[in-house]
């Protein structure tokens, strides 16, 4: 029940700040203030949703080891968190130094460039599915 216990806790804190910083992000692509709050709130949850990925990864070696699941569907799992990882590295070390640098501009409540949302927009779909598709397939696996 441990290793149960530990990937939902990790999809809670990953997944509510995914949840959070792609909704803001929605809002911002078309209003100074949501592009604003957008900026600021990324500070908050980049880091939540690292904490929760690494928190999903151990849940499932624990679900491995338990034998809840069996090699085979920890490596599917496995690779859906590589795309999540590296995915999250690009908005952590490519997105995220562009939105601090305008914020140290003055820059913080300028609609974002075309150029820059439509990265983000891409970034934020392979979010939303890898960590909605994940989850689905933890409860299809555990449960059924």
Same mark, same amino acid.
């Given at each position: 029940?441990?290793?149960?216990?530990?990937? !939902?806790?990790? !999809?809670?804190?990953?997944?509510?700040?995914?949840?959070?910083?792609?909704?803001?992000?929605?809002?911002?692509?078309?209003?100074?203030?949501?592009? #604003?709050?957008?900026?600021?709130?990324?500070?908050?949850?980049?880091?939540?949703?690292?904490?929760?990925?690494?928190?999903?990864?151990?849940?499932?070696?624990?679900?491995?080891?338990? $034998?809840?699941?069996?090699?085979? $569907?920890?490596?599917?799992?496995?690779?859906?968190?590589?795309?999540?990882?590296?995915?999250?590295?690009?908005?952590?070390?490519?997105?995220?130094?562009?939105?601090?640098?305008? #914020?140290? #501009?003055?820059?913080?409540?300028?609609?974002?460039?075309?150029?820059? $949302?439509?990265?983000?927009?891409?970034?934020?779909?392979?979010?939303?599915?890898?960590?909605?598709?994940?989850?689905?397939?933890?409860?299809?696996?555990? !449960?059924?």
């Amino acid at each position: 029940m441990i290793s149960i216990f530990v990937v !939902f806790a990790g !999809f809670i804190i990953g997944l509510g700040a995914v949840t959070v910083i792609d909704t803001l992000g929605f809002l911002g692509r078309k209003s100074n203030y949501w592009t #604003e709050t957008t900026i600021r709130a990324h500070k908050v949850t980049k880091p939540l949703i690292w904490i929760g990925m690494f928190v999903v990864l151990l849940g499932y070696a624990l679900l491995l080891a338990d $034998q809840y699941i069996t090699k085979g $569907q920890f490596t599917i799992s496995l690779l859906v968190i590589i795309v999540m990882i590296l995915n999250g590295a690009y908005l952590s070390f490519s997105v995220s130094p562009e939105l601090l640098k305008r #914020e140290a #501009e003055g820059k913080i409540s300028e609609i974002l460039s075309e150029n820059l $949302q439509k990265k983000i927009t891409v970034s934020f779909v392979v979010s939303f599915l890898t960590w909605w598709g994940l989850l689905v397939l933890t409860i299809y696996r555990i !449960f059924i």
